[in-house]
């Protein structure tokens, strides 16, 4: 059997195990051979019942002196064995079936697990070989523990993997043969026999981490022949003003920070080549992207061509469209908005214009790539605060259009370089690592129910000196025994009590487009004290006048997205506050975030933490963003390996592609462009 086929088709697996199976994701070979152990027995040697010490795990054999089935209180039953290898320990466990059913006095066994102290020491569902009749228990070596789904036994786990081992015919080489021999395995099948039936721990770990190099080599050589792919496609080569960032900067009111000048210059630079530009630009929040972006812009468009700034929301399309002007009036450049609230009129005004002057900005919402909008002379496409964005959603944006459009991605969740180098080795990568001058602190405060009445009273005055308050409610009640309300009665309560007077509006995702964008216009031109809003204002809205971020159900929100929210404020020359309001019944996982986030304002250190504490498929987004499920790789722990595999060659053109297609399975199916 090859690795991509199906293991419903495997001996001794029906329809029925098939069916376990896939609730764990395995479907095919491969998936069955990649499911690795969570952790192992050490069963190599076995240790004298005498010298067993609480707490250790370990195995023992012997004889079973007595049995004794009893139905405990509850209804269930319990099965106590005495095993002894001349001095006893109890094996209880709490319900008759297998391996308990097996148990028989005078029965000889091997038993692993960790010893306690239950009148003497014992053993509580501990894990049981049975030898042959006949035979003496021998100690068998390392035992694989893992993961399960009900319905699915260590043993028959055990023995569908060891199946699968057998059935498997040699797969392709994959890492380069050096790679293998200093890991220790001649070829795939040794390394995958290793994984599961290893000689000791140090060689469990070596077929782990082989195989998760495999898979990080893998992902990175798909990328890099997409990006060869597109390479060769033409672009356009834009060489018109701004020929330097300096040059740029002289019609800016602020000078650039050295990072913003950086990233500027390499987009530039990129801009002036033929070959298409793939340019991730990673910053956190309010470190100043989008005067980057606004320079490549301006770039486009003077050469003659359309640059389109596509944003994830309304509001954010809008107030792109406000920076970008204030940042290209001065050249001419020309910036127009396209969102679902645009009327028919309006678009049919827009699409005759752009036909006669092609050489504009076009900020949008993903209406922007609508099939009436006239793009034939687009040349840059700049992507908005879009992190949760596979290989595949980039392709599709600029797919089909000759010549192809130089691509910008803005992100504003800055994951460690190592990381994205993985993930989106088909960019490049510039880092804005710095925050502009001059601005002020931000403060993080965690409070309980009993700080509220002590922060009305805050806010209040922070408002009579004139500043600004974004209030962030969940969308929806979540229960009613929580204390923490849902924005829009929060808003009614609002507007009705002593914060009123100083004006508040609302915003959330259900609310008509147009309707948005009045509601943030009239927080960010001062007309109200008080935005209350859900989520929605997680991403890029910039008001300086802004001084205090009040997050209510703060336990419920994910670190980075933490980190976002706090990012509204701290944007003027004065301190800041952010307050994470948690409830009574929050998790210590939610407090260890918000901890982590009080403790830092550093969005890499955030990132890292957010990585760590939920992973990378809830932080980066997966499949359906784009983003593999890594089935061995731990794209949080696996820096070292990480690295490795940057200075690991791939295989000519030819054999790679072949690899990428027979092992395409591991991706779930996830298909590279063009492969
Ligand atoms: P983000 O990276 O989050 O998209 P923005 O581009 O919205 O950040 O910039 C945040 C704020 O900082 C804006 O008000 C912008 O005008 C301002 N800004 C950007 N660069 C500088 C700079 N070099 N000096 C001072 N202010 C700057
Ligand atoms: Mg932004």
Known sequence: MKLDDQVRWLRGVGPARADLLKKLGIELLGE??????????????????????????LTVAGTVLSLNRRRAAGGRVMVEAVLSDGAPIRLVFFSDRYPASRLEKGLQLVASGTVENYRGPAMVHPDLLFPPAGEEPEAPGMLPLYPLTAGLTQGM???????????????????????????????????LRAAH??????????????????????????????????????????????????????????????AQERAMGE???????????????????????????????????????TAVLMAPTEVLAVQHHRSLRGFLEYLGVRVRLLTGGTGAAARKALAGEMEQRPDCVLVGTHAVLEDWVPLSRLALLVVDEQH?????????????????????????????????????????????????????????????????????????????????????????????NTPTLDAETAFERIVRGPLGKWGAVLLHGGMPPGRKVEAVTAFATGKVGILVS????????????????????????????????????????????CFLVHEEGDSPQAMARLNALAGTSDGFRVASKDLELRGPGQVLGTRQHGIPEFRVADLAGDTGLMKESENIPAPGDAELERLVREEAWRFGGLSFPGI
């Open 32 to 57: 069955l051979l990649l499911h690795l152990p969570r952790a192992w027995l050490d069963r190599r040697t076995v240790v004298p019942v005498a010298s067993a010490v609480p707490g250790e795990t």
């Open 157 to 191: 786990m055990r023995r569908i993997i060891a199946l699968g081992l057998e059935e498997l015919s040699s797969p392709s080489p994959l890492l380069p043969e050096e790679v293998m021999a200093k890991a220790g395995f001649p070829d795939r099948m040794a390394l």
């Open 197 to 258: 039936r290893p000689e000791d721990p140090g060689e469990a770990r070596r077929a782990r981490d082989t195989l998760a190099l495999e898979e990080l080599c893998l992902y990175r050589w798909a990328l890099r022949m997409v990006r060869a792919r597109t390479d060769r496609e033409p672009g356009v080569a834009l060489t018109a003003r701004p020929h330097t960032p300096g040059e740029f900067a002289a019609g800016l009111p602020w000078p650039l920070t050295e």
């Open 267 to 305: 987009t530039l630079n990129d801009l002036s080549r033929p070959e298409p530009m793939r340019r991730l630009l990673q910053g956190d929040v309010g470190s100043g992207k989008t005067v980057v972006a606004a320079a490549a812009c301006a770039r486009c468009v003077l050469s003659g061509h």
């Open 388 to 480: 949760r964005f596979g290989v595949m959603q980039r392709e599709r944006l600029t797919a089909g259009r000759a010549p192809r459009p130089h691509v910008l991605i803005m992100s504003a969740t800055p994951i460690p370089r190592t990381l994205a180098m993985t993930l989106y080795g088909d960019l490049d990568l510039s880092v804005i690592d710095t925050m502009p001058p001059g601005r002020g602190r931000t403060v993080t405060r965690i409070i309980g129910e009993g700080g509220k009445r002590e922060l009305a009273e805050f806010i209040l005055e922070r408002l009579s000196l004139g500043e600004q308050v974004f209030m962030v409610y969940p969308l929806k009640e979540v229960s009613d």
């Open 534 to 577: 859900t989520t929605v204002i997680e991403v890029g809205i910039d008001v300086p006048g802004a001084t205090v971020m009040v997050i209510s159900g703060a336990g419920r929100f994910g670190l980075s997205q933490l980190h976002q929210l706090r990012g509204r404020v701290g944007r003027g020359k004065g301190d800041s506050w």
